[in-house]
């Protein structure tokens, strides 16, 4: 050490004492986490991780796909068949989404088991709730792009559960499809709400979520003295970011894999006409689509109890648990009905897609 | 009241040096300890428990050890401490009160005497309210432009009925239907109508007894099925969801329509036997010529209602 300084770090004093870079880092990583770093707190990291693979995927896609009923469907099957690694990224994006609606109910159901939506992270739940929905839309707007014989009956039946909401669901189903059917107009709505329309939502509200949860700091365990908490924590940086970007690089190599091995094959070109083809749903709606199914939600009232009224009361109870849920108390185990709730929803999202799965040898 | 910076220490004997330093306790938010330093004797600064402040005042804090036991606090280690600006604890800074009174700047000369400070906010938030709100309808029927397509009323030629051999059997029928769409070139789309060439007693089932009328968008009776004709055409739309149904076997109950979707089964009349589906099965207007060439009005109806609402 001469006590001059490099070029290097000249640049850095140079840029640090103008933007206040040291700052915001150590603000970023300095970050205690109350008895320490967890496995358990990867979800959220890894939904970002995974949000930027499907905006940099969805990015790329986008230099050959184009949005016309006449040239979707020629120009996704370019992509999987021209392009050099075209399959691969349409594939990436395709099973990218799955992750991610996959990593959203492990998100959720982390807080609500442990109990972190509560006072004073109230805020922080909703804005989560909100994302949410974000994020299903991402996958129902998607799934219509490639303008296959899939994506074109998912939104035909989509649309329609929409238009049984109450008196806003024909507009709403109308302002969706740009008219009576699905056609051009319906594709030119999806596509601007899927690249312009929620990537914007989501990293409002992704930002916000972060801002609320770095004001009211993060939970930390269910249990534990204020000792034993103490001495146990740890910054954000090394430890939990160890952990996340392990966490991030399974995610990478599960999706990556997933992409080869079962790489995305349209079905024909879409029409009115679905010929031998039997409509489905992207799989984390299949519950949805099986439920649908069943007698007591049949008849006009019926599909507004099971299409409408059921999904509808779910969330708006999710949005209001940390204003019924008043109790301090945070100990998964100690919340009897709240374990139960969470075991009795999660089976039934289970077995409702097996029967949906099971039912399909019985159609042919 | 919390020990201020540059506040002098007291032990219960004599006066030991300064409060150089305050260190918070990031979980509970209060002040863990105070270090105190600069007592002129050049020894390390030392931690001193905030347990053993006996009292604070205005610039003095007063400890309830002898200066004799203030050599057996810890010596006080820079490198285990980072400052409340280089980490994020959530709240910290609320709580924190060590410096002695407020921390002020001026008010700018020309803020001072600024009266109506209420009026000038209500006039921006009305400036931003009159830009925005004569977009609004702008581009709600800018959005709205292609939700609301006039009815077709044409008539299609979709094929021959000497293709039906037998009676009461769901025969399908595809045709392609031009659609010109906005700014599009004209298209065809491949669509399809299920016929029955019906017995006697499904067309009763059918007609019940009474001819069946179709109507445009003004009520106007467009085109009248007569109960006689003995072919019956539905459109392909399974009216529980829109899904495409088909003609098939069932084990129970025998050859039905029967939707793969949600598994809504209706008989040859279109009649609800299974399923979840609202109402029967959509007929449409039909026309047979003299060579049994089949011409229908090509109509859409609202899925999931129990009565029929045309949207196409």
């Excluded at chain 1, 850095?12 to 206040?20: I, L, S, W």
């Excluded at chain 1, 392009?83 to 991610?100: E, I, P, Q, R, T």
């Excluded at chain 1, 080869?260 to 299949?286: Q, R």
Aim: glycine residues 8%; hydrophobic residues 45%.
């Amino acid at each position: 050490m001469n006590g001059q300084p490099t070029a290097l770090e000249a640049i850095v004093a140079f840029v640090d004492e103008r933007v206040g870079l040291k700052q915001i880092q150590a603000k970023m990583l300095n970050e205690p986490v109350p008895g320490g770093s967890r496995w358990a707190y990867i979800f959220g990291s890894c939904l970002l991780f995974i949000f930027i693979m499907q905006a940099v995927t969805g990015v790329l896609l986008m230099f050959y796909y184009v949005p016309s009923a006449d040239h979707a469907y020629a120009s996704t099957q370019y992509i999987l068949h021209e392009v050099d690694y075209g399959w691969f990224l349409l594939s990436y994006h395709f099973w990218g989404s799955s992750a991610m609606v996959m990593m959203v109910f492990a998100h959720m159901s982390q807080v609500f088991l442990w109990g972190a939506y509560k006072k004073p992270r109230e805020m922080i739940w909703l804005v989560g709730l909100a994302l949410f929905g974000i994020v299903m839309a991402f996958g129902f707007t998607g799934y219509l792009l490639p303008w296959d014989q899939r994506a074109y009956w998912a939104t035909t039946v989509g649309v329609e559960i929409m238009d049984k909401t109450p008196v806003v669901g024909d507009f709403m189903a109308r302002f969706l499809k740009g008219g009576p059917t699905p056609g051009q107009m319906t594709l030119s709505r999806f596509f601007v709400i899927h690249v312009m329309v929620l990537p914007a939502a989501l990293m409002g509200l992704a930002g916000l979520h972060l801002f609320l949860f770095r004001k009211a700091g993060p939970a930390g365990p269910f249990r534990g003295t204020h000792a034993e908490l103490k001495a146990k924590t740890d910054y954000f940086f090394p430890r939990q970011i160890w952990k996340d970007i392990v966490a991030m690089s399974a995610v990478f190599i599960t999706v990556c894999s997933l992409a080869f091995i079962e790489p995305v094959v349209l079905l024909e070109e879409a029409t009115p006409d679905p010929g031998e083809y039997h409509p489905e749903p992207e799989w984390y709606f299949l519950f949805l689509f099986q439920l649908l199914r069943l007698k007591i939600f049949s008849g006009e009232f019926g599909q507004f109890l099971g299409a409408i009224a059921l999904p509808g009361a779910f969330m708006a109870l999710l949005a209001a648990l940390p204003f019924i849920d008043r109790s301090p108390e945070r100990n998964i185990f100690k919340r009897p009905v709240a374990l139960v709730g969470w075991l009795i929803v999660m089976i039934s999202i289970v077995i409702f897609t097996v029967s949906a799965i099971i039912n399909r040898e019985f159609l042919d | 009241m919390q020990p201020q910076l540059k506040s002098k220490v007291r032990c219960t004997d004599r006066e030991v040096g300064e409060v150089t330093r305050v260190i918070m306790d990031p979980l509970s938010l209060q002040i863990s300890h105070i270090v105190v330093g600069g007592n002129g004797a050049g020894g390390p600064e030392r931690q001193v428990p905030a347990s053993t402040i006996q009292r604070v005042t205005d610039g003095l804090v007063e400890l309830r050890a002898p200066s004799s036991e203030l050599e057996s606090f810890p010596a006080f280690k820079r490198d285990e401490y980072v400052t409340i600006h280089e980490v994020e604890i959530a709240h910290l800074e609320e709580h924190v009160h060590v410096e002695s009174g407020e921390v002020l700047v001026p008010v700018p000369e020309l803020e001072r005497n600024v009266k109506r400070r209420a009026f000038f906010a209500n006039f921006t938030h009305s400036i931003g309210i009159l830009i925005g709100l004569p977009l609004a309808y702008p581009v709600l029927r800018y959005l709205m432009k292609p939700m609301y397509a006039p009815l077709d009323n044409g008539w299609i030629k979709i094929g021959n009925a000497n293709k039906i051999k037998t009676d009461d059997v769901g025969v399908q029928f595809k045709y392609k239907k031009k659609v010109k769409e906005a700014f599009m070139p004209e298209a065809e789309v491949d669509k399809n109508v299920w016929i029955l060439k019906a017995s006697p007693d499904t067309l009763e089932k059918v007609y019940k007894g009474k001819d069946m009328d179709f109507q445009d968008q003004t009520g106007r009776v467009i085109w009248t099925n007569k109960r006689d004709v003995p072919y019956v055409v539905f459109s392909g739309k399974c009216p529980h969801l829109g899904c495409g149904y088909k003609w098939r076997s069932h084990k129970v109950l025998g050859q039905v329509f029967l939707c793969p979707c949600h598994l809504s089964i209706y008989d040859a009349t279109g009649k609800v036997l299974d399923g979840p589906a609202p109402r029967p099965l959509d007929a449409l207007p039909i026309r047979v010529g003299p060579s049994g060439e089949i011409q229908i009005i090509d109509m859409e109806f609202k899925a999931g209602t129990r009565s029929q609402t045309r949207i196409v």
